[in-house]
T-cell receptor, first 114, second 109 residues
Framework: NAGVMQNPRHLVRRRGQEARLRCSPM?????VYWYRQLPEEGLKFMVY????????ESGMPKERFSAEFPKEGPSILRIQQVVRGDSAAYFCASSPFQEHTEAFFGQGTRLTVV | KNEVEQSPQNLTAQEGEFITINCSYS?????LHWLQQHPGGGIVSLFMLSSGKKKHGRLIATINIQEKHSSLHITASHPRDSAVYICAVTETSGSRLTFGEGTQLTVNP
């Protein structure tokens, strides 16, 4: 049973480009959480999704950021018109239930904006 | 004030020493998690606690719900234990995790 899979592991984008980060949850998990870790800072919640639904996006920046978790395929975190301040590690976690029964994390995507 | 506070922020130990990392929280929780993160690496779950104590190998985690405090202990520390240890809570009001700032542990041979 593969763990939470994130790709790419590393992503370099120029300012103004779009970044798409993918997360495939563990088999049987229908709840996905995205967290961001800025350099020298702790992890912060961004968004919580179930299949085809955004449940809580209170941690998402109001502009340029969006997330989806379609019926088929991975969850996508999309950042439009990236800026240097978006450079961070983005982690996805999945759960079979609404509560984090155990924290299953992916390896993260390290986004660098140049 | 952060909802989850960890101490110390940085900890350096000699191989073989007993290590304690503390976590205090100010919100109602349904569970507390201890996580490990190696440099440039992913995040691994070490423990999930809602009460009492758990042990896995050289690692022990305890939680006191009344005092809103948890500790992570490492016995007979080893250089490969060097990592960032993160305390996180699942609040009773929601399902997401709220994290402490992490403790950078360095174990020297």
């Amino acid at each position: 049973n593969a763990g939470v899979m994130q790709n790419p592991r590393h992503l370099v984008r120029r300012r103004g480009q779009e970044a798409r980060l993918r997360c495939s949850p563990m088999k049987g998990h229908s709840h996905v959480y995205w967290y961001r870790q800025l350099p020298e800072e702790g992890l912060k919640f961004m968004v919580y999704l179930q299949k085809e639904n955004i449940i809580d996006e209170s941690g998402m920046p109001k502009e340029r950021f969006s997330a989806e978790f379609p019926k088929e395929g991975p969850s996508i975190l999309r950042i439009q018109q990236v800026v240097r301040g978006d450079s961070a590690a983005y982690f996805c976690a999945s759960s079979p239930f609404q509560e984090h029964t155990e924290a299953f994390f992916g390896q993260g995507t390290r986004l660098t904006v140049v | 004030k952060n909802e989850v506070e960890q101490s110390p922020q940085n900890l350096t130990a000699q191989e073989g020493e007993f290590i304690t990392i503390n976590c205090s929280y100010s919100v109602g929780i349904s569970a507390l998690h201890w996580l490990q993160q190696h440099p440039g690496g992913g995040i691994v779950s070490l423990f999930m606690l809602s009460s009492g104590k758990k042990k896995h190998g050289r690692l022990i985690a305890t939680i006191n719900i009344q005092e809103k405090h948890s500790s992570l202990h490492i016995t007979a520390s080893h250089p490969r234990d060097s990592a960032v240890y993160i305390c996180a809570v699942t609040e009773t009001s929601g399902s997401r995790l709220t994290f402490g700032e992490g403790t950078q542990l360095t174990v020297n041979p």
